[in-house]
């Protein structure tokens, strides 16, 4: 079977149960624990899939967990300054080049290029 293919039916698989539980689960994602959920959801999906280096590359929970939780900071950020005091979102994207910058500087990055790819280091 072609590869496009298969991630094309891959992504019908795993969107269409998504598609369908957002429609029949509206009041809840309206509700008071709606939003908290959604964030919790987002924050665990790209934590696992930015700390997967691809088929038969080694998994790193630590690159994972500070790369998602850079960016779902970056949402939530976002989020509550725009809903709450109605600051430009931009303001939002400061703790997420925070969180960059400290990365950057801990060389994680570089370290998890050069794990995944060893043939591209520095």
């Known amino acids: 079977m072609n ?23 509206r009041p809840f994602w309206h509700s008071e624990w709606g939003p908290s959920t959604f964030v919790l959801i987002c924050w ?19 690159f994972g967990l500070i790369a998602g939780s ?7 950020m976002t989020f509550l300054i725009t809903k709450y005091t109605g600051i430009n979102m931009y303001i939002g994207m400061i703790p997420f080049f925070l969180l960059v910058y400290v990365s ?18 520095d």
């Open 104 to 121: 950057t500087k801990s060389k994680i990055v570089k370290d998890r290029i050069r794990e995944v790819n060893p043939d591209e280091g």
């Open 3 to 25: 590869n496009g293919l298969k991630t094309y039916f891959l992504s019908l698989l795993i969107g269409t149960p998504i598609i369908v539980g957002t429609m029949l689960l």
């Open 44 to 62: 665990m999906a790209l934590s696992l899939y930015l700390g997967w280096g691809g088929k038969g590359k080694p998994y790193s929970l630590r």
């Open 70 to 76: 850079a960016i779902t900071l970056y949402a939530v």
